[in-house]
């Protein structure tokens, strides 16, 4: 979708990234009331938590909530089809195995939950980013792996129609020990700002 095209865009590929504008039909439409304010694009969702690394029942509470929601949307395709959104059309990804692993426990087998590395070249209207560690210093491997550019980017473009970021406010706290941690901290503050 537009939306997502011009962060990733203007963001990484210098303005060089254009979208089809048969996409532009793409979007969600959600029952009155839903605290899913977007209908397309890239949506932040905080989660007050803290003292947690590998793995998030926090996120995973919240992520449950987004997807029952979701589960109740319809989808506009390109062409103008509409359909009600279906397991298969949510990805799910989180930073870590441990999380993973706790989501496929909580959710089930019926939804594609991994991390970047599994979605690689995959496409789906809905995208969950579960972020995990309350803060940077929490994060395992730290901020170079946390909020490494090209798996916050693969992450993002995997939605077709919304990318869903669920995380603590805790990660939009600047803290870096080196500039190349700094570039980094900034483009997901970057990307929180554009979300909001």
């Given amino acids: 979708h537009p939306d997502i095209c011009e962060f990733v865009s203007t963001r990484v590929y210098e303005g060089r990234l254009s979208y089809d504008s048969l996409t532009e039909e793409r979007k969600l439409n959600f029952k009155p009331g839903s605290s899913i304010s977007k209908s397309s694009?890239?949506?932040y969702v905080?989660?007050?938590?803290f003292g947690n690394e590998q793995s998030?029942?926090?996120e995973?509470?919240?992520i449950k909530?987004?997807?029952k929601e979701l589960m109740l949307a319809k989808k506009t395709e390109s062409g103008g089809?509409?359909?009600?959104?279906?397991?298969e059309d949510i990805l799910i990804v989180a930073p870590y195995n441990h999380q993973v692993r706790n989501l496929q426990e909580s959710l089930g087998k019926k939804f594609n939950i991994g991390t970047v590395d599994k979605f690689q070249g995959r496409e789906a209207p809905l995208v969950i980013i579960s972020m995990t560690a309350s803060d940077i210093e929490s994060a395992p491997r730290g901020a170079e792996f946390l909020f490494d550019r090209n798996?916050?980017?693969?992450?993002?473009?995997r939605a077709q129609s919304l990318a869903i970021i669920v995380g603590s406010p805790y990660l939009n706290i600047p803290f870096a020990r080196s500039e190349k941690e700094m570039k980094l901290v900034n483009f997901y503050l970057d990307l929180i700002e554009y979300a909001n």
Avoid: Y
């Fill in 41 to 43: 694009g890239i949506f």
């Fill in 46 to 49: 905080p989660v007050d938590h």
């Fill in 56 to 58: 998030c029942e926090e």
């Fill in 60 to 62: 995973i509470g919240v």
């Fill in 65 to 67: 909530d987004l997807v």
């Fill in 81 to 87: 089809l509409k359909s009600q959104v279906a397991p």
């Fill in 151 to 157: 798996r916050l980017n693969v992450a993002v473009t």
